[in-house]
Each structure stands twice: as structure tokens, then as C-alpha cells.
């Protein structure tokens, strides 16, 4: 990993949000230095600018284990891979961070529709007590590390 190159381009705001934060990137840094030691199982000489979209994913696979697979963790990987040009990894990291702030999107569509108030029907779905139509009781926010998903 070049981490000093890394600091540079994340200081230089190259494609990345302006002013993040020193604890940011070393989470970051750990979380590609990780990613390189996950990848060096497969060749010891395997850096992240050889990795593939399958790499990627199995690395995914490997963080969801544990429950790592958040969105911090993963835009790291983003930002480093822009850095590094590797394409291959950027374009898969993009297509699993797509739909990270759907869940809030739908939730807002359908408090908008239906209204918050809801009550459980005896099926179990949440009926509005207005319109007899789904309400949006049965829908959570995301945590507040998906929120923040227009710093990519």
C-alpha cells in the first residue's frame, strides 16, 4: 500500500470529499492494509492495484462474517482504489455501494404515500388506520453510517 501517496491524494481532495478527518483515514488505511493481506492468500506478491471485482467480493464475504461490512469500511476501499486506478475494484465497490441509501428512500416514499400512523392487521402486515393501505411502521432508517453516503 502507498499510504504516504494515499494521504496525499486524499489531502489534495483528488476525487474524494474535502476535510476528512485523520481518524477517517486511518480507518481507511487499516481497512486497505487488511484488504491487501486478504488478497496476498491468493498470490504473496498481490497488491491492491492487481485486485479483481471477484476479490473484492470475496472480501466482502469475509467482512460480512464478522459484521465489518459497513459502509465506512467499504467507501475506504472505494477512495483507495480510485487512488490506485484500479478500475476493476472502483466499478465493483460502485455497484455494492449503489443501493446503500435505498432502504431511506423507500421508507420516505412510503411515509409520504401511506402516513406514518399504522396499526398490525391480524396477517401481521401494518395496515394505516386512515386508508386500510401499508404504512410505513414496518420500515427502519438506516444507521447513520449509510446517511452519509453523498461523501463517496
Not at 496525499?8 to 487499516?30: C, Q, Y
Amino acid at each position: 500500500m502507498d499510504e504516504k501517496g494515499f494521504r496525499k491524494f486524499i489531502k489534495e481532495a483528488k476525487r474524494v470529499p474535502k476535510g476528512l478527518s485523520e481518524e477517517t483515514i486511518r480507518s481507511h488505511v487499516r481497512m486497505v492494509k487488511e484488504f491487501e493481506a486478504f488478497i496476498r492468500k491468493k498470490g504473496p506478491k498481490k497488491k491492491f492495484g492487481d485486485a479483481k471485482a471477484s476479490d473484492v467480493k470475496e472480501f466482502i464475504k469475509h467482512l460480512t462474517k464478522d459484521g465489518r461490512n459497513t459502509f465506512d469500511n467499504l467507501i475506504g476501499l472505494l477512495r483507495y482504489a480510485r487512488f490506485a486506478g484500479n478500475k476493476d475494484a472502483e466499478l465493483s465497490l460502485l455497484i455494492i455501494l449503489d443501493g446503500g441509501n435505498i432502504l431511506g428512500i423507500l421508507c420516505d416514499t412510503v411515509k409520504k404515500e401511506y402516513g406514518e400512523g399504522g396499526t398490525r392487521s391480524y396477517s401481521g402486515t401494518s395496515r394505516s388506520q386512515a386508508s386500510g393501505r401499508p404504512s410505513s411502521a414496518c420500515l427502519r432508517r438506516p444507521s447513520s453510517s449509510w446517511a452519509d453516503s453523498s461523501r463517496a
